[in-house]
């Protein structure tokens, strides 16, 4: 089945550090996003990339660094800059253009202690 | 700036009643959106779409209405059911503007269907 995989679903990690989010696809989807949620601001978008090698910055880039070496990966990295790093992260993929819209992964919740 | 805005922050409803939730938007450019229904520690799944060619798309008990002069859409659900309790975003998106496509979210609202 198609899909997009998220991993890990729960991470902790100490203040301070830097940690990668793991985001695949096989859908064969050219663009790629990562969104972060938190209570009462929906959806705000961090990255996204619509071709291989290429990201743009979305509403809220500061802290977080992206690559997408490959059009099946998206890894998104909390870095240490990020100065509140504790939220619900979600990758997303679609077509381009969206069409249908995206399809979401099921998300990884970072705590940082 | 807000761009796309769900002002309710929650809504309860009654089950076998009729739920409404609303969305404005303020960039003309859109011409195309969505409702995503999102469950507590998952995902966002697509629920429904609308094109700005058309002032209304029906899928089973879900109905999404569109104003575009008002700038306005809505999502109906008849009858809730308790199932249906969940976060719902809308989302639009528009080529041809600075967003280039990609889905730009409302702040969601929270739906519980009371038994």
């Known amino acids: 089945d198609g899909g997009i995989t998220q991993s890990p679903k729960y991470l902790f990690r100490k203040e301070g550090q830097n940690v990668t989010l793991s985001c695949e696809q096989n859908?064969?989807?050219?663009?790629m996003y990562w969104y972060r949620q938190d209570p009462g601001q929906g959806l705000r978008l961090i990255y996204y990339s619509q071709i291989v090698n290429d990201f743009q910055k979305g509403d809220i880039a500061e802290g977080y660094s992206v690559s997408r070496e490959k059009k099946e990966s998206f890894p998104l990295t909390v870095t240490s800059a990020q100065k509140n790093p504790t939220a619900f992260y979600l990758c997303a993929s679609s077509p381009t253009p969206p069409g249908q819209g995206y399809t979401f992964g099921s998300g990884t919740r970072l705590t940082v202690v | 700036d807000q761009q796309v805005k769900q002002n309710s922050p929650s809504l309860s409803v009654q089950e076998g009643r009729i739920s409404i939730l609303n969305c404005d938007y303020t960039n003309s450019m859109f011409d195309y959106f969505l409702w995503y229904k999102k469950y507590p520690a998952e995902g966002p799944t697509f629920l429904i779409s609308?094109?700005?060619?058309?002032d209304k798309n029906e899928d089973g008990r879900f109905t999404v209405f569109l104003n575009k002069s008002a700038k306005h859409l809505s999502l109906h659900i008849v009858p809730s059911q308790p199932g249906d309790s969940a976060v719902y975003f809308c989302?639009?998106?528009?080529?041809?503007?600075?967003?280039?496509?990609?889905?730009?979210f409302g702040q969601g609202t929270t739906l519980q269907v009371k038994p």
């Open positions: 989302a639009a998106s528009g080529w041809g503007s600075s967003n280039t496509g990609k889905l730009i």
């Open positions: 609308i094109s700005s060619i058309k």
């Open positions: 859908l064969n989807h050219d663009a």
